[in-house]
Structures are given as structure tokens and as C-alpha cells.
């Protein structure tokens, strides 16, 4: 696992952009997938380098992993299809844990989507709001507003 860096950018992208198709068709709408992909976008994910602390879990030369950290908020957390279920993700977060800890934070903060919420939930992520964004073609993007408290380890 190593820290992210701008050039890495397209490849994170690609990474991003390879698990939503994935994974949210059929637990999502095309048009909150939509919703997905430009949230993730190119901005946001050099925003999360330059001002967070993004990690990248490789596999070789292959990026299979990532997630970031922006003050006490979990974020951009996804790993490739093929290398889901292997414990990698449980990986990243306990690294963005650890960092945030490291930097104070007691209570740490994520919105889970749909598919990843029982994920967060295995992790000790508590639920605190469910809520819906409203998307193209009177569609809505269901997530759900999660915290966990920290331990100093």
C-alpha cells in the first residue's frame, strides 16, 4: 500500500469507473450511476490527492485498490472486481483508521451507497441517516449517512 500521487490520477479513475460498472448495475439506476461516475470525477479525485491522504493498494504493477481520507471523512473506498471479498478493502480502511487517528480524528465519517453499506457495517460503521439524492429522470440515489468511533490503538 503506498500513498497516492497526481500522476496516478487516470489510472484511480479507471479503477473507480471499473468497480461502478460492476457492481452498482441493478442496485442502482443508469442514471445514479451516472451520478456516481461524475461525482468521482477527475477534480474530486485530485482534490482527495492535494488536500486528503489517499491511499493505493498494488497487486504488482496493478492498481487494485484505493481510498482516501479528508479530515474525518472515508471516502473514494473502492477495490477492483476481481480482488473484492479477498479482505483488501477491510485493508484500506483500517490504513485510513490508523491515519486518522494519527491525525486526531475520534469519530470518523462516510456515506456508504447501497452496495457497500453492509461492508461498513461488518466494519463497525453505525448508520445515522438514510438518505436519497434525487438524479436525472426523477430517479433517486439511495446512501446512507454512517460514523464509527475510534480507538487510539
Known amino acids: 500500500m503506498r500513498t497516492a500521487k497526481l500522476e496516478d490520477i487516470k489510472e484511480l479513475k479507471l479503477l473507480i469507473y471499473e468497480t461502478i460498472d460492476a457492481c452498482y448495475p441493478g442496485a442502482y439506476s443508469y442514471e445514479a450511476i451516472d451520478y456516481f461516475k461524475e461525482y468521482h470525477n477527475t477534480k474530486n479525485i485530485l482534490n482527495d490527492i492535494l488536500n486528503g491522504y489517499s491511499l493505493i493498494l498494488t497487486c504488482g504493477r496493478d492498481m487494485i485498490g484505493t481510498g482516501t481520507l479528508l479530515g474525518s471523512n472515508a471516502r473514494r473506498v473502492f477495490v477492483k472486481p476481481a480482488y473484492q471479498n479477498k479482505g483488501?478493502?477491510?485493508r484500506i480502511m483500517h490504513g485510513l483508521e490508523e491515519k486518522a487517528v494519527e491525525n486526531g480524528v475520534r469519530i470518523m465519517d462516510l456515506d456508504a451507497s447501497f452496495v457497500a453499506y453492509s461492508f461498513y457495517r461488518a466494519l463497525g460503521y453505525e448508520t445515522q441517516a438514510e438518505d436519497l439524492?434525487?438524479?436525472?429522470?426523477?430517479?433517486?440515489?439511495?446512501?446512507y449517512k454512517m460514523v464509527k468511533k475510534?480507538?487510539?490503538?
Open 88 to 90: 483488501l478493502g477491510k
Open 133 to 143: 439524492i434525487p438524479v436525472k429522470n426523477e430517479q433517486n440515489l439511495r446512501y
Open 150 to 153: 475510534l480507538e487510539d490503538k
